[in-house]
């Protein structure tokens, strides 16, 4: 059964879920984990291939926008995940990935400007008894996440 965190942050704004969706991947990366992450749309996917150029600033993360390259990096970008889906996902979606069960574990990070979303996805793994984890965190940025 696929694990599910979901990382509440006190920040409201999105900027600050894609910092932290790329702090997560750095971090998962780091222990030899295999990610994607579920950009819900083209402009969200290039942002994050930005941020991961530099964010956070004393690491580089290796990564693809195209999930044919699966296997060539460790963090693949995209709206459709790689044929062989394990490891994390993190969904910058607002609604719950199809083909989450692919995965091991699941990222929800939930900002301000989408608790509402964020609680209907809560709900609907908790519906379906997948493990829920919650993580509240504050000032997120000061400290690996």
């Known amino acids: 059964m696929t694990r599910i ?19 997560l991947a750095a971090k998962a990366m780091s222990t030899g984990t295999q990610v994607y992450v579920r950009a819900p749309d083209p402009a969200v996917a290039r942002e994050i291939d930005a941020l991961m150029w530099a964010y956070p600033p004393e690491r580089f993360i290796p ?11 460790p963090v693949v970008i995209h709206a459709e995940p790689p044929r062989q889906a394990t490891g994390l996902m993190i969904n910058l979606g607002d609604d719950v990935a199809p083909f989450f069960g692919r995965f091991d574990r699941v990222a929800e990070i939930v900002v301000g ?33």
């Open 5 to 23: 965190d979901f990382y509440l942050l006190q920040d409201v704004a999105l900027p600050a879920m894609h910092r932290f969706a790329c702090a």
């Open 63 to 73: 990564h693809a926008t195209d999930p044919a390259e699966a296997h060539q990096v």
């Open 113 to 145: 400007e989408r608790k509402a979303e964020g609680r209907a996805r809560y709900k609907h793994y908790r519906d379906r008894g997948c493990p829920l984890y919650h993580h509240e965190l504050d000032d997120w940025e000061a400290r690996p996440a």
